[in-house]
């Protein structure tokens, strides 16, 4: 079959092929836990921003059809729960387990609550760069998502104190995100990908280049598809997850990524699953609760 060239990364099939390297997390772990919690409350589309459109997803309502340029006050309030309550009931919660976690930030999120982004540092979590705004970077042309990424960098080392050095999109990458990323200079790794339980090394060019996949599957995404309801089910699906990698790990430790929403895995009754998960997790002695620059760091000194 022949193929046309086209803009972007190419397709890999393959990957490790089976063949997993020898992976030696700290202390022996048989799992590297890798909490995100997604900080996007304040930075979704809203007409008050400018935009034509409000935002229509990953909400607890299913999304309706809506007038353009009209606000959706009910909308903006719940995503509003998640930056004042959500969050704050994320944090005791990790505070209470002792482990840390990454913030997805999107820049513009972190301006509007910068006593969140200020505790966020102080608290010892890792923040990986979600984008200016929360936005989707197919949108917009090569330079236009090139200044995207500059105003979110320098605004996140403002609203921080540190400049990211991890990037992820919204939902997915534009085919021109990967070479803008490496081609800013200061990012480490992106975490664009779903294609694995592992890290890896890609070229982009003649630069390698590291990615840390993440998940939609142990995600609270689900509630807002509808895939999931209880409490109960997100529980058990991560310690699922989690059994099956101890079980693997053994022999090949991998990596658990976990995707949060304030908004979402902040209302109570799901972020109960969340802490009853965690205590579960830290019940077994082979478990690394890792921040994602640690297992960029990892790999980096012993995967190269
Ligand atoms: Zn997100």
Redesign the pocket.
């Known amino acids: 079959m022949s193929h046309t060239e086209i803009p972007g990364p190419r397709r890999d099939v393959v990957g490790y092929g089976g063949q997993y390297p020898k992976v030696t997390w700290p202390n022996g772990a048989r799992v590297a836990v890798s909490l995100v919690v997604?900080y996007?409350e304040g930075s979704e589309l809203a007409v008050g921003d400018g935009d034509t459109r409000t935002e229509r997803t990953l909400s607890e309502v299913a999304p309706m059809p809506w007038p353009e340029g009209r606000r959706d006050l009910a909308m903006e309030s719940m995503y509003e729960y998640g930056a004042r309550a959500g969050f704050w009931r994320l944090m005791d919660i990790f505070d209470q387990f002792q482990v840390k976690s990454t913030f997805?930030a999107?820049a513009v999120a972190l301006e509007r609550n910068r006593t969140a982004a200020r505790v966020i540092r102080e608290k010892g979590h890792d923040v990986v760069c979600?984008g200016y705004r929360?936005e989707d970077v197919s949108l917009l042309t090569r330079e236009q998502e090139r200044e995207h990424i500059r105003l979110a960098v320098e605004s996140i080392a403002e609203t921080t104190g540190e400049r990211p050095t991890g990037w992820?999109c919204?939902?997915g990458p534009s085919v021109h995100t990967r070479e803008l990323v490496v081609e800013e200079g200061g990012f480490d790794f992106d975490c664009d990908a779903y294609d694995d339980d592992l890290p890896y090394w890609t070229m982009v060019g003649d630069r390698k280049h590291l990615v840390i996949p993440y998940t939609q599957v142990n995600n609270d995404t689900r509630f807002t598809h509808g895939h999931m309801g209880s409490p109960e089910a997100f529980e058990e699906h991560l310690r699922y997850t989690f059994d099956r990698l101890y079980k693997e790990g053994a022999h090949h430790p991998k990596m658990m990524s976990i995707?949060l929403?304030m908004r979402v895995a902040g209302q109570p009754a799901r972020a109960q699953a969340v802490a009853k998960f965690i205590e579960y997790a830290k019940s077994f002695p082979e478990v690394w609760f890792a921040r994602r620059f640690e297992i960029a760091q990892h790999w980096r000194e012993h995967h190269q």
Do not use: S, T, V
């Open positions: 997604n996007e997805y999107c979600h929360w992820y919204r939902y995707g929403h």
